[in-house]
């Protein structure tokens, strides 16, 4: 009852930004933790960054504390990657995903997340 529909990817040269949109429709609230994953060919689905949905706790993966910003705006049902200083490591599809009763936690295992978007591309050329 939840879609997820992901906007802004592209290419971008290293040390670019990038801002990736997550519009949502259906059922949503301040009890959904929202996120972002990012999956390279050959690679396993990673966690990237979250919040809760009380848009008061954020989680990173180390490798982009500081240069990743995630955010909320619950009046919009969209939620937003900033991405900067950007690296051909960053390369992937990023995947945004949502789930239900989590208002204080930032979970960051994508099997507990319960809806998903179809993913936009991004690729960092060196």
């Known amino acids: 009852q939840v879609q997820l529909v992901e906007s802004g990817g592209g290419l971008v040269q290293t040390g670019g930004s990038l801002r990736l949109s997550c519009a949502a429709s259906g059922r949503t609230s301040d009890n959904y933790a929202m996120a972002w994953f990012r999956q390279a060919p050959g690679r396993e689905r990673e966690f990237v960054a979250a919040i809760n949905g009380g848009g008061t706790n954020t989680g990173y993966l180390d490798s982009v504390k500081g240069r990743f910003t995630i955010s909320r705006d619950d009046a919009k049902n969209t939620v937003y990657l900033q991405m900067n200083s950007l690296k051909p490591e960053d390369t992937a599809v990023y995947y945004c995903?949502?789930?239900?009763?989590?208002?204080?936690?930032?979970?960051?295992?994508?099997?507990?997340?319960?809806?998903w978007g179809q993913g936009t591309q991004v690729t960092v050329s060196s």
């Open positions: 995903a949502a789930k239900s009763g989590t208002r204080w936690l930032v979970p960051r295992s994508p099997t507990l997340y319960n809806y």
